[in-house]
C-alpha cells in the first residue's frame, strides 16, 4: 500500500507557475514508477507527466515544453514545475505511484488559472 499526499495547487494568472509536490509513504519509493494525471469538471482523467523508477520520463503533448516531472528519492517526492499555465490546464491534479502491488492514488489538489 502506498499513501500520497499532494500540495502545491492554487489559483494563479494565465502565463504565471506552479509547483506541485507529492510526498509518498508506505512503499520502498525509489522502485515505483510515479506519475500525475489531472481531472477538468466533466471530463476524464487524463496522466499528463510520468517519471519511472529509473528516471525516464514522458509527457502528455498538451504539456509538453511547459511541465516538468522529477523525483527527489532522498525525500520520497515528485515534483510537477508548471510554467506557462494556461486557463485549459485548470483541474484537480492526482498523484499517482505504481509499483507490483498496484496502482495508488492521492486526493488531489486543486489549479485553477484564470484568464
Known amino acids: 500500500q502506498v499513501q500520497l499526499v499532494e500540495s502545491g495547487g492554487g489559483l494563479v494568472q494565465a502565463g504565471e507557475s506552479l509547483r506541485l509536490s507529492c510526498a509518498a509513504s508506505?512503499?520502498?519509493?525509489?522502485?515505483?514508477?510515479m506519475g500525475w494525471a489531472r481531472q477538468a469538471p466533466g471530463k476524464q482523467r487524463e496522466l499528463v507527466a510520468y517519471?519511472?523508477?529509473?528516471?525516464?520520463?514522458s509527457y502528455a503533448d498538451s504539456v509538453k515544453g511547459r511541465f516538468t516531472i522529477s523525483r527527489d528519492n532522498a525525500k520520497n517526492t515528485i515534483y510537477l514545475q508548471m510554467n506557462s499555465l494556461k486557463p485549459e490546464d485548470t483541474a484537480v491534479y492526482y498523484c499517482?505511484?505504481?509499483?507490483?502491488?498496484?496502482?495508488?492514488w492521492g486526493q488531489g489538489t486543486q489549479v485553477t488559472v484564470s484568464s
Open positions: 499517482n505511484a505504481r509499483n507490483y502491488d498496484g496502482s495508488f
Open positions: 508506505g512503499s520502498i519509493f525509489s522502485s515505483n514508477d
Open positions: 517519471i519511472t523508477s529509473g528516471g525516464s520520463t
